[in-house]
T-cell receptor, first 113, second 116 residues
Framework: ETGVTQTPRHLVMGMTNKKSLKCEQH?????MYWYKQSAKKPLELMFV???????ENNSVPSRFSPECPNSSHLFLHLHTLQPEDSALYLC????????????FGQGTRLTVV | AQTVTQSQPEMSVQEAETVTLSCTYD???????LFWYKQPPSRQMILVIR??????QNATENRFSVNFQKAAKSFSLKISDSQLGDAAMYFC?????????????FGEGTQLTVNP
């Protein structure tokens, strides 16, 4: 248990559905991240939030919409996804200094059908 | 932009033996941090070891140690006395220093199998 909790653990959705992924941390961290992990590819950073403000959007399609209402919660809203969006979505948090480790949740395994 | 390369998609080791996982990176920065993360089948990414680039001394954590060669931009992980529980995907990661909310850039990963 790393202190970062993601729900749901598994999600199957149709291409016309709208769903949301949730991430929660109570570690007192100021930065939160969404990563996408696809088979045979490195982890891809999607979004970075620092003190609730989005500081990085790594050219992510608009069908992925992040939301960070406070420093402890991070959402990823999904709509009209494509089958190639099927992947493991990992949330992480850290203090805002570079030398501190990032703590990861267990991920949401997303399948788009 | 920084890149991280792990050239060994898969490695295997006998229980109790030693194995070394390779990682190289490319950066123009002089101050940064390097990490090795482990991802077992449970999918939980767990920090194994970290290295500050300004430190010449190689980091060690029990059976895990690194060989950090800054000039060569190399950061290998050595696992001594391998245990069955060490079987996992291992990721090398890079992070800039002194930048708020800075990203971790990951390598492609190395799948480690430990044979009994």
């Amino acid at each position: 248990e790393t202190g970062v909790t993601q729900t749901p653990r598994h999600l199957v959705m149709g291409m016309t559905n709208k769903k949301s992924l949730k991430c929660e941390q109570h570690l007192g961290h100021n930065a939160m991240y969404w990563y996408k992990q696809s088979a045979k590819k490195p982890l891809e950073l999607m979004f970075v939030y620092n003190f609730k403000e989005q500081t990085e959007n790594n050219s992510v399609p608009s069908r992925f919409s992040p939301e960070c209402p406070n420093s402890s919660h991070l959402f990823l809203h999904l709509h009209t996804l494509q089958p190639e969006d099927s992947a493991l979505y990992l949330c992480a948090s850290s203090q805002d200094q570079g030398n501190t480790e990032a703590f990861f949740g267990q991920g949401t395994r997303l399948t788009v059908v | 932009a920084q890149t991280v390369t792990q050239s060994q998609p898969e490695m295997s080791v006998q229980e109790a033996e030693t194995v070394t996982l390779s990682c190289t990176y490319d950066t123009s920065e002089s101050d940064y941090y390097l990490f090795w993360y482990k991802q077992p089948p449970s999918r939980q990414m767990i920090l194994v070891i970290r290295q500050e680039a300004y430190k010449q001394q190689n980091a060690t954590e029990n059976r895990f140690s690194v060989n950090f060669q800054k000039a060569a931009k190399s950061f290998s992980l050595k696992i001594s006395d391998s245990q069955l529980g060490d079987a996992a995907m291992y990721f090398c990661a890079y992070r800039s220093a002194g930048t708020s909310g800075s990203r971790l850039t990951f390598g492609e990963g190395t799948q480690l199998t430990v044979n009994p």
